[in-house]
Nanobody, 117 residues
Framework: QVQLVESGGGLVQAGGSLRLSCAAS???????MGWFRRATGKQRELVAR???????NYADSVKGRFAITRDNAKNMVYLQMNSLKPDDAAVYYC????????????WGQGTQVTVSS
């Protein structure tokens, strides 16, 4: 029972950086938090994930360039994106997963990221 709102998307040149934020209406310290993206003409993919215990994993395409962090005290999760490429352009979504549940129950509305070449 948490509402998620993403922000921070926009237009950036290739090679630039952008930080996305996800604000939760309630506490999510017991949730795994993930960032997903859906590019035009492509399926949604998992970009980064951080568990309630702090374990992190990334999609191979963003390893070394993106970083996910969470601040449970502020009910916030972030996605720092560096060395952006045109292929990174997509709508980015924040999602929350409850312990013991194999799906992400809660989703934000998405924020658009556009990367110019």
């Amino acid at each position: 029972q948490v509402q998620l709102v993403e922000s921070g998307g926009g237009l950036v040149q290739a090679g630039g950086s952008l930080r996305l934020s996800c604000a939760a209406s309630g506490t999510f310290s017991r949730y795994a938090m993930g960032w997903f993206r859906r590019a035009t003409g492509k399926q949604r993919e998992l970009v980064a994930r951080v568990t309630s215990g702090g374990a992190i994993n990334y999609a191979d395409s963003v390893k070394g360039r993106f970083a996910i962090t969470r601040d449970n005290a502020k009910n916030m999760v972030y996605l720092q994106m560096n060395s952006l490429k045109p292929d990174d352009a997509a709508v980015y979504y924040c999602a929350a997963q409850r312990i013991g549940v194999p799906i992400y129950d809660y989703w934000g509305q998405g924020t658009q990221v556009t990367v110019s070449s």
